[in-house]
Each structure stands twice: as structure tokens, then as C-alpha cells.
């Protein structure tokens, strides 16, 4: 985390103070009810630098999976991030999926109470692994995963946890897990569930379930959260690169709009065009319901063949469109080496990917990158 990072933001909610400009003020949703005061601070210095000429730069548990430490490992205040630049990212998100590793569970916790020490943005995602599958995907690797296929719909079948087996499962899981750490935590903390909802791959998303029914899910589950107590949470709504508005769960239900979305101007399905396009469209509906923007997953596994990704890919169309002023952070995705054998993809540069072929562009166009006045690290 750069200190210039820390400052920014500190000057910026003084500034908002100063003048007066209560950037939730005009709301109509009923979202700031539930907060607590420091999550409120969140919530209005993330809005500022959301309308600032800077955002922040984030890689998921970037502090316990890297390519660098390993899959898995535990909190040395390590990360390929700072093994390149110097400084860890200024966003750390990490996933529940992985707490069902007690051990690792355990570090990670302390890696994001570190993390928050030094003033990180943290945040949570869940690939929840389905009641009868054990899958989160509906498909993968020419696998088909079907015993799922109704798992919404099971859910939201009947109110009665009693009665009703698959919502029981749910909320033992938010009981069990997403409750306590929540609480633990106790700082406030971004919590992005059913990601890429508009895409078909996961249990949660379109070849599964409606539009009304995905809303339905994700009402549930913050009225349960809320609920049971839980104030330090900003809700984030992420579709892919259908940006489905039929899928948004209503004002009262989101903080923060992002969008998911891989190989930029690589992929023929996410040209440069259509990417800032969805930039466009996503971020001026999150400014006119007083959210925060956020890009909430993008890269590329091809880093080593497009070695200049994040300064040509990402950020310059960005800065050509005067869109990077309208955005809280950009994250990345997972670089790790998760078979030890080197042949695992990596999102953001590394020690030793320059005995890659184009490994050294790659770091040097991440310094770049880096480097850049308006990236916060």
C-alpha cells in the first residue's frame, strides 16, 4: 500500500467535510440505516475517489495466494504485487471458498487485519459451492454439473428454513461462516456475492435461474445479514459483460455497481470498444443512484504474449475516455502457481517471469503502470 494512498484518502473525505458536500445526503435508499459510522467513512471516501482522478489498484488475498509465496500460503507480508513495485495493492479481496481450509482460514484473517492496519480496502467474494454438486460452475473443463441446476429456485421455495432443506443449507453457511467473520472483522468490509450473474456459469447465474429470482436471492441475503446484527458491510452488484439491469437487486440492496470482465481488446467478445462502452453505461447508472463504480475483476492470462495489458489494455482507453475519474478501484484476478510446476497463469507480473518471453515487457509495463499519478497502491 503506497502511502500516497493512505494520504489521498484521508485528504479527500477532509476535503468533502470542509465543504460540506454530504455525498450521501440526497439518497432515497434505505442502505446508510445499516451502517455503521466507519462504514459510512468507507462508503463516502470511496464515492470521492470515485469522482477523483485516482483509484486504487487491487489483486484478490494478495497477501496469502501469489505466485511468488505460493497457493495457500500463509501472511508474510509478501505479495508478487510489492515483490514488483514495492507496495501491496491498496484493495485486497478474499473468498469464502477458501475457509473451508481452517488453517488457512485462520492466516488469512490475520493477513486482512494486517491489511487494514496499513490502511488497505478489503472486501469478500463467495464461490459457494453447491448442495449437491459441490461445484460452484455449472460447467468446467467439458463438465457439465446439473444436480444444482434448481438450487435458486430450491432456496427461495419456501420461507421456512424448517421446513425447507436447501434454504436451511444457505443460511447455515451465512450462520456459520460469513456471520461470524463478518463480526470478527468488525471493520468495515465490501461483500460481493453472486458474481457474474448475467454470465451462465455459475450456479447463481443465467442458465439456472431469472432475472426476478437472482433478485430475490440477493434481497435475501442482506435482509438475513442485516438481520443478524452485520453494519460494517458495503454491498457490491458485479454482472459480466452483459450489463443485464434486470439483474440489479434495487438501491436499497447496493453500494457499489462493478463489472467482471477479461482480455480487453484480446478477446474477439470484449474488444476495447465494447469494454468502455460497459465502462459508460455501468458507471454513469451507478452516478445517477449515488453508488460507487468499481471495475471488480479484469486481466489477462496472457500477460506474458500482451505485455503491456494493463497500461494499453486497461488504463489508457480509460484515461482517453475521462473514465478513470469515475472509478473507487480496478482488481485483478488470481496469480499463482497452484501445481508448483511453474505453469500456472499469472494476472500481474512476478519474480521470474522475466525468464519468460515477454516476461520483462510485462514488468516493466506494470511499473509503468504503477507509477502512473493517477494509480493507488
Same mark, same amino acid.
Given at each position: ?147 444444482? %441446476? &434448481?438450487?435458486?429456485? !430450491?432456496? #427461495?421455495?419456501?420461507?421456512? *428454513?424448517? =421446513?425447507?432443506?436447501? @434454504? ?38 443465467? %442458465? &439456472?435461474?431469472?432475472? !426476478?429470482? #437472482?433478485?430475490?436471492?440477493? *434481497?435475501? =441475503?442482506?435482509?438475513? @445479514? ?152
Amino acid at each position: 500500500m503506497k502511502t500516497k494512498k493512505i494520504f489521498f484518502i484521508k485528504i479527500v473525505f477532509t476535503i468533502y467535510i470542509i465543504f460540506n458536500i454530504n455525498l450521501i445526503s440526497s439518497q432515497t435508499s434505505k442502505t446508510s440505516l445499516y451502517w455503521d459510522a466507519a462504514t459510512e467513512h468507507l462508503f463516502k471516501s470511496l464515492r470521492a475517489i470515485g469522482n477523483s482522478d485516482f483509484f486504487m489498484f487491487g489483486v484478490p488475498n494478495a497477501l496469502t495466494i501469489s505466485y511468488l509465496g505460493g497457493p495457500m500460503h500463509c501472511f508474510n507480508d509478501s505479495s508478487d504485487c510489492k515483490s514488483i513495485t514495492g507496495s501491496h495493492p491498496a484493495f485486497i479481496e478474499s473468498d469464502f471458498l477458501w475457509y473451508d481450509n481452517p488453517n488457512f482460514k485462520k492466516c488469512d484473517i490475520e493477513a486482512m487485519k494486517e491489511a487494514y492496519k496499513k490502511g488497505a480496502v478489503l472486501g469478500y467474494c463467495y464461490h459457494l459451492r453447491g448442495l449437491k454438486s459441490n461445484e460452484f460452475y455449472t460447467y468446467s473443463k467439458n463438465k457439465v454439473f446439473t444436480s444444482d %441446476s &434448481t438450487l435458486v429456485k !430450491d432456496i #427461495l421455495a419456501n420461507p421456512d *428454513r424448517n =421446513t425447507n432443506q436447501s @434454504l436451511n443449507w444457505y443460511l447455515t453457511r451465512l450462520d456459520t461462516l460469513v456471520i461470524p467473520v463478518f463480526k470478527e472483522l468488525s471493520f468495515p468490509l465490501i461483500y460481493r456475492p453472486f458474481h457474474e450473474m448475467t454470465g451462465g456459469w455459475f450456479w447463481w447465474g443465467t %442458465s &439456472t435461474c431469472t432475472p !426476478d429470482e #437472482l433478485v430475490k436471492l440477493y *434481497r435475501l =441475503t442482506v435482509d438475513y @445479514l442485516r438481520a443478524n446484527g452485520i453494519r460494517n458491510v458495503l454491498y457490491a452488484w458485479a454482472p459480466d459483460k452483459s450489463t443485464d439491469l434486470r439483474f440489479y437487486p434495487g438501491d436499497d440492496y447496493i453500494d457499489i455497481v462493478g463489472y467482471d470482465g477479461y482480455d480487453i481488446g484480446i478477446a474477439d467478445y470484449h474488444s476495447v470498444d465494447f469494454f468502455i462502452n460497459n465502462i459508460k453505461f455501468l458507471s454513469d447508472f451507478a452516478d445517477k443512484h449515488q453508488k460507487i463504480f468499481a471495475i471488480t475483476e479484469t486481466g489477462t492470462g496472457k500477460l506474458t504474449k500482451y505485455p503491456q495489458f494493463w497500461t494499453k489494455h486497461v488504463f489508457y482507453p480509460l484515461f482517453q475516455n475521462n473514465l478513470h475519474k469515475k472509478i473507487a478501484w480496478i482488481m485483478t484476478w488470481y496469480s499463482a502457481d497452484w501445481k508448483h510446476d511453474y505453469s500456472g497463469v499469472s494476472f500481474i507480473p512476478y519474480i521470474g517471469i522475466n525468464n519468460k518471453e515477454g516476461g520483462k515487457e510485462a514488468i516493466d509495463d506494470f511499473i509503468q503502470f504503477y507509477n502512473l499519478p493517477h494509480t493507488l497502491f
